[in-house]
C-alpha cells in the first residue's frame, strides 16, 4: 500500500470513527474496533479495497489461490508427472513395483504362490490411468477416480516402508526433472505420503 492510500484509508478511518461516535467503553474494550464499530471498519475497509482496485494495487492478495491440480498445470501436468514418475520407479529395483520374488502369505490355497505383476503396456497405461485420476481428485481436479480402493489394490502384495520411500523418492526426482516448484512439490507429496498407511503393509 503505497503513502497516498495509507492516508486516505487513515482520514477515512477517522471520519468514520468520528460519526460512529465513541459509544459504550466497556463495550469498546470488550470488542475492539478501529473506529469502535465493526460496521463502520467494514465499510471503511471495502472503501479502501474498491479504491485499491480501481488503481491496480493488491490484486494479488485479494485473488483467490489456484487449486493444485491447476498449480501442476491440470490434466496435462498431472499427466507428465504420472508418465515420468512411473516409468522412474518401474526400472528403480527398490521399489519392485513388480512385486518380483514376493509370493502370497497367510493359510490360504494360495498361500507361498507369487505375486509378480506383469508390467506389460496395457497394464501399464491402465495403472497410470488409475494414478492420474487419484492425483487429480486428490489436488482438487475435476477427474473421477475409476481404480479400485487403496488398500483393497495393495493388500497382500507385502510393500515395505523401504519400497514406498524408494517411490516417493523417485517421484520427488520426477518433480525436480519437470521443474515443479518447491510448494507444489510438498503438496503433492504429503498427499501421496498420506497413503502410505494403505499401501505399506510391512513396516
Known sequence: MNRKTLTFAA?????????????????????????????????AEQHVAKVQQLRGEGGDEAAPKKSLYDRL?????????????????????RVNWERKGITRGGVSLKRNKSIEWQASPDNVARMKKHIAQFVAVATGGPTTYEGRDMKEVHGGMHVSNANFDAAIGDLKASLDKLGVPTEEQKELLAIIESTRPQVATER
Open 11 to 43: 482520514t477515512a478511518m477517522l471520519a468514520v470513527s468520528l460519526s460512529a461516535g465513541c459509544g459504550n467503553k466497556e463495550k469498546q474494550d470488550r470488542d475492539f474496533h478501529t473506529s469502535g464499530s465493526r460496521e463502520a471498519d467494514q465499510r
Open 73 to 93: 498445470g491440470g490434466e496435462k501436468g498431472v499427466n507428465a508427472i504420472v508418465d515420468d514418475w512411473i516409468a522412474r520407479a518401474l526400472a528403480d529395483p
